[in-house]
């Protein structure tokens, strides 16, 4: 979209501002949840297919989510209605059922489409998707990217791709040991004689710990220990053990294995503890591709440390897609309930109450929900594009290549921007499933409205691959450090390019002539990138009059983390706004309109919860943030119009959904009684029956004392 | 405390921050977890039994509680070791054993003490407290409420308060009905003739929904409905009903029930739906103290309908009471960790890893949740003596009184205030689980580690007695009142006293000389009144605006919710900013200046989150808000000093934390590792077996397709 399209776009959107109705329409007559869902439909100004179709990615990839929607809504195996009632061991028991189905794909399909199969499974069942995730991302993968190409063919040979004759997990995180890679405990001690290393769990603290797929599951593992050769530590390497028999699935000597038990969520996978005694393996087991040890007990080191980061960052990346497909999930069951659910009246004159969306409280709470859920989705698809891009240049680009070390820029970049974008996004995502679960009221507590167990299931991201703290700060770190090759004349790339002009931005106010000048996505990217500009060079001069008074860097890192903090956290909301932005501009034209209003509403809303920043660094004045606080109402209206269709462009289907209250047809109430009644039969005999009765009718004559006679004793 | 001793603390804690040691100290030996933990408690300059005895309210209710925790946690019937494995039909029978050990004190210990005791089950085990306060506190609370004495004679004579012949539920919402008590659908109709109520549920969505002990449990139940005599409504009222046989515990005629089902959290209580169809019941059932129903069909309405108000502040203010316990609990498991966790080391001296609550940025992700902790616990303590004072004024003076209208004032401030305290209460308790959980790491994924759970079965308070929004709201509508009143010359009673300064304070800057003067109760305070003030005048004016446009009163609230909402967030910041102050200056003199830091953290962390409406209305400068910033760090670093003794004076068992990443000694991974294998045996056979081993020995030409065989076809 051109600036002037986008403007007179704008100007539309304030037109129709002006004319949006009040929130308490007047009803004549009572309307069905049914009927009260098919109004909302008809108020749709765009094409819903077509915004399918780009949120998709085109049509064809529509038709194939929609395929992969049907095939499972079909397969017992993948039967989701009684899943808020299943024990533990029958969640795992499912877990292994579905992973019997889906194996068949792996080598069938292509990855791109296999991702896609994937991508709609991770949002029925999680749990499944982590298990399956285990052996295809983390084991698989840390072959293909550990492993020399021998090695890895030795392993495919002996199943690991087709998943026959083996089943990996991946041992990293210790019991007493997580973030901190460096500092793992478990050892691999080369013993030259035999030509096999030892792996060996020295203390308690060293015990392997949240081993996804240990506790039963897998046969085979990829160990994180401390390579030892010849009295010397090389740091932590990586090495395949087998932890159990294929045939009897007894545990291997030396290996002991125990169940992580009870989580929050995910169940599906069994996570467990594992402790190694000497176990012994071929020396050929160490995985070899970058660090090399020789039967003669040579070690070589590899050159370029950072090609290793790939792997870091494609976790990161799915994390931030995964965080945008649960929003959207989330919001579609808080949305749809709003619009048949009704509370209240304003008006006195009308025969029914009224819908909760019809209140600006509630607009206030979801619509805001809604933009997010749509700028993460589309910084999802832009971040991936980013992601696939570098990793294209890293294998086109040898290490002597002149434009090696631009292509080394990137990798930094998109190596912070997505630990930063990981931590942002799981947090955003998190309190949105909560705040949409609240706005069920009550109904939100029960398991079957689905959003309980979608808060305990998505809750592990905000800790996975990296506590969300420690990566927000890693973003930080990046950027008090481009701050200062800035101030020293470097240019920076891309995603923190607006650090290039730091002078201009510092001091820069915004120069409107009238507040609905705001109204415009270059001001609210110029905001945005005002206010980085200043938090990220408060970090930086913290951090030198930290390093002024003589502290060593790391320490003076540390002492200006909660600036990092603050400055990663104020990128992070302008990078996904302008990701946002990016994606209106690219939209095909019929969609530009609606997707401005809902581009503009989270540019608003975000700078109104900061508005601290905002004033702090007069970009706006006390006025204008008034008038971004009223404008947030306005767009929450105006979003409003439209947000069942906007909710439909998803097209998630009723069993995706998996809760009554997110219904497509609006039907709520006689779905959520129809699935309680399924799952809790009337009449059923329950097993404490007996401890009730003997309460209604116990003798309380036994509370009594002995009545002292004073008779006896005369 | 008087002003000039609360300045003197001020400026030792000056001193005090200016030498407080670097984040990194250096370690010349490895500490155990017990060492780690053991050092900590070194560092307390304060008496922490002391600060116990002051918190609990005197040294004789620290014994009671002291009592009460022996007690539990020799109790078999209250074992808590296995509860993150039980599934619902277990806990369920575990509550009703409970209820049997419990029941016995109901009637033996006075209220005050037996309050005491059931708080302390509250923090162990929420879903009894759960089921029991169904019984006492509702059931048994509308018949003391709304009965009349000599239907409560009769209720109390069939068992109601010893709990024998009768356990209780109670049916106010519906599947379509929440919050609108008055929108209810279910109809009592007087039937003259035989002198009798039907009870009925007209509609699916009119079904009673979420009864607590109505699925299994309950035998007789208060049930809301519409009061319907000689065709005409006369709104909703409450009627007893039986649900079951006492002996049989058969379901009555036309009493139709069934199991809610799985929840979120709190599943040892037995929520259920009823159905009414034509039940039939003795007029003398409904509840008659205010609205009464002749034997000849009249009605007779109540003269004062504000005095039931004090059933609902109750609730409230056991759950403000409630959010400072289960914050303390939240606590104290994510501060003991953080004291003896390890992670990474800023100095390359150290010979271990440095303390996680050494690093800056976990300072500032926990102590201000503590000081947090103290504040709501204050809150609690203060607003619980405000409502008792209240009622007794109530009980003592007559409707004809001339001290009648201040004493309603006093009602209608303190009916709106619990409810805005209520929601700000339970809302920052329900994230400080969640961030507590989050900085255990990994580990706050495990059940076993107790903040999942404690975020689950807390989660419900968000929506109990009231949506938190809904209540915020109802809180803004006061204040805007409130406002209005002002401007007309009438004086506001204490909670809202700030607004009888509005002149004063609307244009009021911070008037300090020096940034160091911030550092004050006095001036804190000042701030907060600024603010409130502020943004009750734009919410008022708002409103104001809105009835000029023409809308009604409703519709004008609604059309500035926005507005209300964020009146009543901030005016609760102040207020309970104010609460912590009033028991810091009425602490012993020993405990004074430790108690001074947290409640200077808890004030300046509150601005700091909130600092777009400090510089919108220009109480501080931008960079007096900077100097809040760098203070909230200070605060952080100087609290953390003291911080175990701070939650070692909670006095919490190791039984009631459940926890054992939260144990008094500090051993929490021998602990965690005993929990995790006591509850999940190693060499137990696993259901799932037979399907891994047939999925790493399938034939794999079964997915081959049969060759096409051309020679066949020639």
């Known amino acids: 979209m051109t600036k002037s399209a986008a403007t007179q776009h704008m100007s539309q959107i304030q037109s129709h501002l002006q004319v949006a109705p009040c929130a308490a329409q007047e009803e004549s007559r009572i309307k069905t949840p049914i009927e009260s869902m098919a109004e909302e439909r008809e108020k749709a100004t765009f094409n819903v297919r077509e915004l399918t179709y780009y949120l998709d990615g085109g049509e064809k990839f529509t038709k194939v989510r929609e395929k992969f929607m049907m095939e499972l809504e079909r397969d017992p195996t993948f039967r989701m209605y009684d899943m808020y009632d299943v024990t533990k061991d029958q969640i795992r028991e499912r877990t292994m059922e579905k992973f019997r189905t889906i194996v068949h794909y792996v080598s069938a399909e292509p990855v791109p489409i296999f991702t896609l199969r994937m991508q709609t499974i991770s949002l029925i069942d999680p749990g499944f998707w982590t298990r399956f995730g285990v052996h295809y991302g983390l084991f698989f993968g840390a072959l293909r990217g550990s492993a020399t190409s021998a090695q890895f063919s030795h392993w495919v040979s002996k199943g690991a791709l087709a998943l026959n004759g083996m089943v990996g997990c991946f041992a990293m995180t210790e019991l007493g040991h997580g973030s901190n890679v460096a500092g793992l405990e478990t050892t691999a001690t080369f013993d030259e004689t035999s030509d096999q290393f030892i792996i060996h769990t020295p203390t308690i603290t060293a015990t392997k710990w949240w081993i996804g797929g240990a506790a039963h599951t897998a046969t085979h593992c990829v160990v994180f220990a401390q390579l030892i050769v010849r009295g010397k530590r090389y740091g932590t390497k990586s090495f395949v053990v087998q932890l159990r028999d294929t045939h009897t699935y007894g545990l291997m000597p030396g290996v002991n294995i125990g169940d992580i038990g009870k989580k929050m969520g995910r169940d599906g996978i069994d996570n467990g503890w594992i402790q190694f005694t000497n176990v012994r393996i071929p020396r050929t087991n160490m995985l070899m591709k970058h660090t090399k040890v020789s039967r003669a007990g040579e070690v070589k080191e590899p050159p370029m440390a950072q090609l290793t980061y790939g792997a870091l960052i494609q976790g990161r990346v799915a994390m931030v897609v995964d965080s945008g497909n649960i929003a959207k999930k989330a919001i579609t069951i808080a ?380």
């Open 335 to 714: 949305g749809r309930y709003a619009a048949v659910r009704r509370q209240f009246t304003s008006n006195p004159h009308d025969v029914q109450e009224t819908k909760l969306i019809d209140y600006a409280i509630h607009q206030y709470r979801l619509m805001p929900l809604l933009a997010q859920a749509y700028a993460f989705h589309f910084t999802g698809v832009e971040t991936n594009k980013l992601y696939e891009d570098l990793m294209d240049q890293l294998e086109s680009t040898q290490p002597d290549d002149p434009t090696m070390n631009q292509v080394l820029d990137t990798l930094k970049e998109t190596h912070a921007t997505s630990a930063g974008l990981k931590a942002f996004c799981t947090w955003g995502t998190l309190n949105a499933i909560e705040a949409c679960r609240q706005s069920l009221g009550g109904h939100g507590y029960s398991a079957y409205t689905g959003l309980a167990t979608t808060y305990n299931d998505f809750a592990v991201h905000c800790t996975w691959e990296g506590d969300n703290t420690i990566l927000t700060l890693q973003l930080g770190r990046y950027l008090v450090n481009c701050y200062r090759e800035v101030i020293t004349g470097k240019t920076q790339p891309d995603g923190v390019s607006y650090l290039n002009h730091l002078d201009t931005l510092l001091n820069q106010g915004c120069a409107v002539k009238t507040n609905e000048e705001i109204l415009d996505f270059d001001i609210i990217q110029q905001a945005w990138g005002v206010v980085s500009a200043n938090v990220v060079k408060k970090a930086g001069e913290d951090f030198d009059a930290c390093l002024k008074q003589g502290l060593s860097p790391e320490a003076a890192y540390e002492e200006c983390s909660q600036a990092r903090l603050a400055a990663a956290k104020i990128h992070s909301f302008g990078y996904v706004f302008r990701r946002f932005t990016q994606a209106v501009r690219n939209a095909p034209e019929g969609l530009r309109p609606i997707l401005t209003k809902v581009c503009l509403l989270y540019g608003l809303y975000s700078i109104e919860q900061n508005a601290g920043f905002f004033l702090q660094y007069r970009y706006f004045t006390p006025s204008q943030m008034d008038y971004v606080r009223a404008q947030v109402n306005a767009f929450c209206r105006a979003v409003r119009q439209e947000y069942i269709p906007l909710i439909d462009a998803f097209n998630y289907s009723d069993y995706m959904i998996n809760s009554p209250l997110g219904v497509y047809d609006g039907n709520v109430y006689e779905k959520y009684f129809d699935q309680v009644k399924r799952q809790n039969p009337v009449g059923q005999p329950h097993p404490y029956l007996p401890l009730i009765q003997s309460l209604l009718r116990r003798d309380i004559e036994d509370d009594e004392p002995l009545e002292d006679d004073d008779d006896d004793d005369e």
